[in-house]
């Protein structure tokens, strides 16, 4: 079965500063894709950035970047120069080629502090 | 593009009552996806639609909770009778071709 797995509930950063925030999965595919959403206080789920594990080359969106470690199964996600509107819930989530279902980890609460 | 379109954002009911919630998703989108969300288990499928047809409802919780997607722009979940534990965020989302989700704002369900 797949599953992913966030290990830390709740993370704080300085402004401007930079955070990592860390998901690992398990699986036994090779063809897969992995995501991150965010989830601010309107509770509208967006997507940060998304990986398709056939590429080697780490998936970049502007501050938003991963660190994609395929043998390791741990796919972490870096905010650099953090800002206020960073604040939120933080969900990785993965997606089986070919197949329907995205499953999602538990989250990781960010707080950005002034 | 709107996004996906849920309605009501909010709902408080008693408890026996029945509950419908509606989303429109995107379109030009053959699949959507109904999502629960909830302190303590966080994010579960519930039910997803390919063209309109229920692919996979192993995520339904019982025979209270159902869902139609009569068309391609509509699709409705319905909870009867419903209970205090059905209390949740109760998110639609729609996709083409599995790229990624798009997900609607939710609806937040209370009930009493």
């Known amino acids: 079965a797949q599953t992913v797995t966030q290990s830390q509930p709740e993370m704080s950063v300085q402004e401007a500063e930079t955070v990592t925030l860390s998901c690992t999965y398990d699986t036994s595919e090779s063809d897969y894709y992995l995501f991150w959403y965010k989830q601010p206080p309107s509770r509208q789920m967006i997507l940060v950035i998304r990986?398709?594990?056939?590429?080697?080359q780490n998936a970049t969106e502007n501050r938003f970047s991963v660190n994609f470690q395929k043998a390791a199964k741990s796919f972490s996600l870096k905010i650099s120069d953090s800002q206020l509107g960073d604040a939120a819930m933080y969900f990785c989530?993965?997606?089986?080629?070919?197949?329907?279902?995205?499953?999602f980890g538990s989250g990781t609460k960010l707080n950005v502090k002034p | 593009d709107a996004g996906v379109i849920q309605s009501p954002r909010h709902e408080v009911t008693e408890m026996g009552q029945e509950v419908t919630l509606r989303c429109k998703p995107i379109?030009?989108?053959?699949?959507l996806f109904w999502y629960r969300q909830t302190m303590m288990r966080g994010l579960e499928l519930l039910i997803y639609?390919?063209?309109?047809?229920?692919?996979?409802d192993s995520g339904m919780p019982e025979d209270r909770f159902s869902a139609k997607m009569p068309n391609a722009s509509f699709s409705t979940l319905k909870i009867q009778p419903s209970e205090p534990r059905d209390s949740a965020v109760y998110f639609c989302?729609?996709?083409?071709?599995?790229?990624?989700?798009?997900f609607g704002a939710g609806s937040r369900l209370t009930v009493l």
């Open positions: 639609f390919n063209n309109n047809v229920p692919i996979d």
């Open positions: 379109s030009g989108h053959d699949y």
């Open positions: 989302a729609s996709t083409r071709d599995i790229l990624f989700l798009t």
């Open positions: 990986q398709e594990a056939y590429k080697q």
């Open positions: 989530a993965y997606q089986r080629g070919n197949f329907n279902k995205f499953y």
